[in-house]
């Protein structure tokens, strides 16, 4: 006798090999668009994150086109804030920093000629620099004229982000105004009878997504005033804007408070040494306390992993795709909990 499927299974059979065939060639387009991926993700990050705003707009009476259009005129004007209150501070740092190069890099000549044959005593252990200063010294000239011969590299990087950050804003345009659409195209990719089991996964990972977001927000937060507060205690200029650079730069997970205190230490630097040593002392103990204490605490609360998880989601993303990979580690993570939760239970008939 032949072997034969019940329609209704091989119907159920051929709606889960169809959703397996959608996910691999969206992983396949994901491959080849690797070098704009950035601004993929992060577009549809500003999207998610709108809707609520989008939401409560289009309940006022606004249509979804103005509501989006209201939203992206608040972001871009909020950006032109910031870009008009952070870059005066730089221009007037980096000229400051160019009056003092030549007395800052002849000191640094002096100490570096100080040490060369001279041994270092340190807890009585005895320490010869000389090799170590030689090098430093014969290598310090072609190391600032190879920095000179990158201007052209770093013209080419900047018109790289810039179009990078415009198609980041279009992406986000148009999946904030097909948001419902995009939820549709892939519920109907799930198979009918897993359909109501994808509306509640759907919800769960849109609460957790929120839940990370205000998260990140609440890191970001702490840095950028304890980081702002440092730089008024020692004194240096426009404490605010550098509270509020280290504040954005804070985003990027674990990297982002490291790259914010380079401004800070170069304002201190334009004023003393000493001062942009005590800076960056400040920024490496507030960044690593909320790093490595507050950080996993409230990631772990906001996407229900332990802290030790959420640690290593990071480290894997990193290794994975880079910065990128940290931004979408732990979404994905708890993401795959979500998944882990609500399937266990019903293969195995028993609580995760």
């Excluded at 939401?55 to 249509?63: A, D, S, V, W, Y």
């Excluded at 970001?220 to 304890?226: E, F, N, R």
């Excluded at 990193?318 to 993570?333: E, K, N, T």
Aim: hydrophobic share 60%.
């Amino acid at each position: 006798m032949p072997w034969t499927l019940d329609p209704r299974r091989r119907r159920l059979y051929l709606q889960i090999a169809f959703g397996l065939a959608s996910i691999l060639v969206a992983v396949v387009v994901l491959y080849l668009i690797r070098d704009v991926l950035g601004a993929f993700v992060l577009g549809a990050a500003i999207a998610f994150l709108i809707q609520p705003g989008i939401h409560r707009l289009t309940e006022l009476g606004l249509p979804r086109l103005a509501a989006i259009g209201v939203i992206f005129i608040v972001i871009i004007l909020a950006l032109a804030g910031i870009v008009l209150l952070v870059v005066p501070l730089g221009v007037s740092e980096v000229g400051q920093l160019q009056a003092q190069a030549p007395t800052l890099s002849a000191e640094a000549q002096k100490r570096l000629n100080d040490l060369q044959g001279s041994p270092v005593s340190v807890f009585g252990v005895t320490i010869d620099l000389t090799g170590t200063t030689a090098f430093l010294s014969s290598h310090l000239r072609d190391y600032l004229l190879g920095q000179a011969g990158n201007a052209v590299s770093i013209g080419v990087t900047a018109l790289t982000t810039a179009l990078q950050l415009l198609l980041m804003f279009i992406i986000a345009f148009l999946l904030a105004l097909d948001a419902a659409a995009v939820r549709k195209v892939l519920r109907r990719l799930v198979p009918n009878d897993y359909r109501s089991d994808f509306d509640q996964i759907w919800r769960r990972i849109r609460r957790m997504l929120y839940a990370y977001v205000r998260g990140q927000l609440i890191i970001a937060g702490l840095i950028g005033i304890l980081s702002g507060i440092a730089c008024a205690v020692l004194g240096l200029a426009d404490p605010v804007a550098l509270g509020l650079l280290a504040g954005i730069t804070a985003i990027i997970p674990y990297l982002g408070p490291f790259l914010g205190a380079i401004p800070a230490v170069l304002v201190g630097l334009a004023s003393s040494p000493l001062k942009a040593l005590l800076i960056a002392i400040a920024y490496f103990v507030i960044s690593n306390v909320i790093l490595n204490f507050v950080y996993p605490k409230v990631m772990g609360d906001a996407v229900k992993l332990p802290p030790l998880l959420v640690i290593v989601a990071f480290i894997a993303g990193f290794s994975w795709a880079g910065v990128l990979g940290m931004f979408v580690a732990v979404p994905i993570a708890a993401t795959l909990r979500i998944l882990f939760d609500y399937i266990y239970p019903r293969l195995y008939e028993k609580p995760a």
